[in-house]
Structure formats: structure tokens, C-alpha cells
């Protein structure tokens, strides 16, 4: 039987596309929902036309414990068992994490430890740094702190600005991403 895995996104959704792209044949999840905390995201018309259950629970006009009682409700009554933020910029409480404790994965766009927080690429590009990627990472208390399930690393370009190199990296997180929920999933005891 495969794990229903709910996709958490805020934007475009090209992360949430390549995993739910990736959750076929004899792969140990499938996508039950893409959830959104904008009503306008873009990714929720590409999860339409794959067919996709979509959601949206808007964060806008209320609490933070509001907001997050209707997200695990609603999570909840689809069925996930596990969650993958992807592109989803809400902070969510120590609670709200507690209640998906082991069972929620992140990408963020740095080489964790480096670079938690926004901004990610700006940062390696004003330090200098010879590299940087993107980390999968289990969600916990500290900010983008969890355990890293995998990395991926890009070369950093003396022509790059914080576009070209979120480019190059993004290419990595479609690739990345997929790889380590499977494999996350194939470990999870049955
Ligand atoms: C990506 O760089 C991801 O690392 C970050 O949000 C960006 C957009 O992701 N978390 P997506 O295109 O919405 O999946």
C-alpha cells in the first residue's frame, strides 16, 4: 500500500511537479493533495491538470493557530500521512511541526548548515563561495535546522548573479527532491 504524501506549496510548484511526477508505478507514495496558502499560486492549476487533488487554506486575515487548525484538518481529511513543503514559505509552529514530527520534508535552497533563511543564493554569491546547491531536509523546530536527508551541489560561475544561480540550482532540486522522498519512503517502517 503507498504512503499518501500531501505537496505544500506557496508559488509556481516546479518542485511539486517533479515529485508528484515521480510518485508512479511501483514508487512507495502517492500524491493525495497540493495544498496552498495562496489562493493564487500557480502551482495549483499545474496540479489541476495532473489531475490532482488541490486545497487552499489562506493564511491572509488570520492567526497563526486559525490558519494552522484548518491546514492539519484539512490535511488530515485527505488522508496524508506524509508532507513535502515545496516552495512553501509559511513558518509553522513548534506545534504544528510536533503533530508531523519524522514525517514532514523540506528543500531549501542552500548547503545546509549554510544559509538557513531567505535569500540563500545572494548569500553565497556576497561570500564568495566556490559552490552551492540545494538541501532535503526533515522539518523541524529550528529553521530549516532538521536532519539533511540528501544534498545537491552546483558550481558557482563568476558571471552568476542570484538568478542564474537559483537557475542552476533549481534544475538540482527537480532531481533531488524526488530522490530523497522515495527514498525516505522505502525506509519508513511499513
Ligand atoms: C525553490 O528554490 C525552492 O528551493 C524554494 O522555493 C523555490 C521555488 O520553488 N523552497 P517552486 O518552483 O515553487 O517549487
New binding site residues.
Given amino acids: 500500500m503507498s504512503t499518501p504524501v500531501a505537496i505544500l506549496?506557496?508559488?509556481?510548484?516546479?518542485?511539486?511537479?517533479?515529485l508528484a511526477r515521480s510518485m508512479t508505478g511501483d514508487h512507495p507514495g502517492r500524491c493525495c493533495l497540493v495544498l496552498s496558502n495562496r489562493p493564487g499560486?500557480?502551482?495549483l492549476a499545474r496540479a489541476e491538470s495532473l489531475g490532482l487533488a488541490t486545497a487552499v487554506v489562506d493564511h491572509r486575515g488570520r492567526s497563526r493557530e486559525e490558519f494552522e487548525a484548518e491546514l492539519d484538518a484539512t490535511l488530515r481529511g485527505h488522508g496524508a500521512e506524509v508532507l513535502a513543503?515545496?516552495?512553501?514559505?509559511r513558518i509553522l509552529t513548534p506545534g504544528f511541526i510536533r503533530g508531523w514530527a519524522g514525517r514532514m520534508l523540506?528543500?531549501?535552497?542552500s548547503l545546509l548548515p549554510k544559509y538557513p533563511g531567505l535569500h540563500t543564493h545572494q548569500r553565497a554569491l556576497d561570500a564568495g563561495d566556490a559552490e552551492a546547491g540545494?538541501s532535503v531536509h526533515l522539518v523541524t523546530e529550528e529553521l530549516d535546522g532538521g536532519p539533511v536527508l540528501g544534498q545537491a551541489r552546483v558550481p558557482v560561475l563568476p558571471e552568476d548573479t542570484a538568478e542564474t544561480l537559483?537557475a542552476r540550482?533549481?534544475v538540482e532540486?527537480h532531481r533531488l527532491y524526488p530522490q530523497c522522498l522515495r527514498d525516505f519512503l522505502e525506509r519508513r517502517p511499513a
Avoid at 513543503?85 to 514559505?89: I, K, R
Avoid at 523540506?106 to 535552497?109: A, D, G, S, V
Wanted: glycine share 22%; hydrophobic share 50%.
Fill in positions: 506549496i506557496s508559488g509556481g510548484g516546479s518542485n511539486m511537479l517533479a499560486a500557480g502551482g513543503l515545496a516552495g512553501f514559505m523540506n528543500i531549501h535552497p540545494c537559483a540550482v533549481l532540486e
